[in-house]
């Protein structure tokens, strides 16, 4: 007599591995997310420091916000939606010289900050 069908150990067999399987991938995908908000905060703190650098650049080299000292302000991200704190030291150097060190980092939250550091020269106009 022919065997048509499968039999109940297969099924059962074939569906844990599907389980298995289903379950690994949902991990993945799970990682996935978690991996992709924290690159979004990155880039966006990143993006944060890339426009203050250029504001601080188009200052007069006596504006007040280069002024030595520590200054800050809390900008809301309308793409991340998340409230991002930034601020920068600016210190008097020799010869109309200064160095600022920029920094952006998402508030409440324990993703890690992005900072940058320049050097503005009074006779060279940056």
Known sequence: MARRGFTLIETL???AMAAFLISGTAGLMIRAA???????ILTASAGLVRDRLARLRSLSFD??????????????????????????????????????????????????????????????GF
């Open 63 to 124: 504006d007040p916000d280069l002024e030595e000292g520590g200054h800050g302000e809390v900008i809301a991200d309308r793409a991340t939606g998340r409230v991002f704190r930034v601020s920068w030291q600016v210190e008097d150097g020799s010869g109309g010289r200064k160095a600022v060190r920029l920094r952006a980092e998402p508030e409440r939250s324990p993703e890690r900050a992005v900072e940058a550091r320049v050097l503005l020269d009074a006779s060279l």
């Open 13 to 15: 067999v074939s569906l």
């Open 34 to 40: 978690r991996l992709k908000i924290k690159s979004d």
